[in-house]
């Protein structure tokens, strides 16, 4: 089945060209169906290029999904247009009164400062907390897991010596988990932040989350909170091909101090084109997600959030 999205959303027709199946409106009407409850909290400056990465891998789904994007109140955001947010998004205070299947919380360009400092820190809490009732299944992503394993169980970021950024080996450290079928024991996954989450500290704070996934060089990349069934991915699995070498070139255009993202342009040469390797890994790390969703989630949506 394929993803419900407004046909007008700029999404609607990169999707569409890149084979993904979207339906409007009308069409879903006509499937006697209930289709999952995706909504995307989208909280990078960017909002339309991660709608699309977001869209794309949810989309791939063999499910009908009815995604919704969502946005905080206590922040205007600069580089989406003011249309644009008014034409596809509502606030959370507009959605609190929902509930979800499943519910994707994005990164965002606040990781170097204090988690009290950001100025959407306290409607932040409040949705961290919603999402304990309202929400099936919460999939938090880089900037959004770390704020999120805090907030829940204290575990501190750390600031990085310098930027990790670029493509990294991690391990399958649990290939019976739901979460990683069909996952090879290596694969390569994006990462682009500075600042991290430490083992030993999940380990002390919250031990009973469980490490899924991990790298040599960049340490914690997936953890799984099985009782509250959250998902926390610190690094950029839905990254485009070419994500990383636009935050390069920025950088490098506006004289920002930034390396060469790590094993990503051939031969460190950065006129050639990137090569995706971990496309395949994101499809299936989000479709396992959906997936899971599908099997456990009520059918009544009115009863998610009450065995909590």
């Known amino acids: 089945m394929p993803i419900k999205i407004p046909d007008t959303l700029p999404a609607f027709d990169t999707l569409v060209s890149e084979g993904v199946r979207v339906m409007t409106e009308t069409m879903a009407i006509r499937q006697d169906i209930r289709p999952l409850q995706i909504g995307l909290l989208n909280l990078m400056p960017n909002k339309i290029k991660t709608e699309i990465q977001m869209a794309r891998l949810v989309g791939a789904s063999p499910l009908q999904v009815e995604f919704s994007l969502v946005r905080v109140g206590g922040h205007t955001p600069r580089n989406t247009s003011a249309e644009h947010l008014l034409s596809f998004y509502q606030t959370w205070d507009e959605v609190k009164h929902r509930k979800f299947d499943g519910f994707i919380i994005t990164g965002a360009p606040v990781e170097t400062m204090p988690y009290e400092d950001v100025t959407y820190w306290n409607e932040m809490q409040a949705i961290l907390d919603w999402t304990t009732t309202n929400v099936h299944s919460t999939l938090n992503i880089c900037w959004g897991a770390m704020a999120s394993i805090y907030h829940f169980h204290g575990v501190p970021k750390h600031q990085l010596q310098e930027k990790g950024f670029g493509v990294y080996r991690h391990r399958n450290l649990k290939p019976s988990s739901v979460y990683l079928n069909g996952f090879s024991d290596d694969f390569q ?14 380990e002390a704070k919250a031990p009973g989350l469980e490490i899924l996934m991990e790298s040599d060089e960049m340490g914690v990349c997936l953890v799984h909170e099985k009782q509250a069934n959250r998902l926390y991915m610190f690094n ?51 479709g396992n997600w959906i997936n899971e969703i599908y099997q456990t989630t009520p059918y009544d949506l009115e009863e998610i959030g009450e065995d909590r």
């Open 236 to 286: 950029h699995v839905e990254y485009d091909s070419t994500s990383l070498g636009e935050e390069y070139f920025r950088d490098v255009n506006a004289g920002v101090p930034i390396k060469m993202p790590h094993n990503y342009f051939p031969h460190n040469d950065p006129s050639l084109p990137p090569l995706n390797r971990w496309r395949s890994h994101a499809h299936l790390f989000f």
């Open 189 to 202: 996954i994006p990462v682009s932040r500075w600042t991290e989450v430490r083992r030993a500290d999940i």
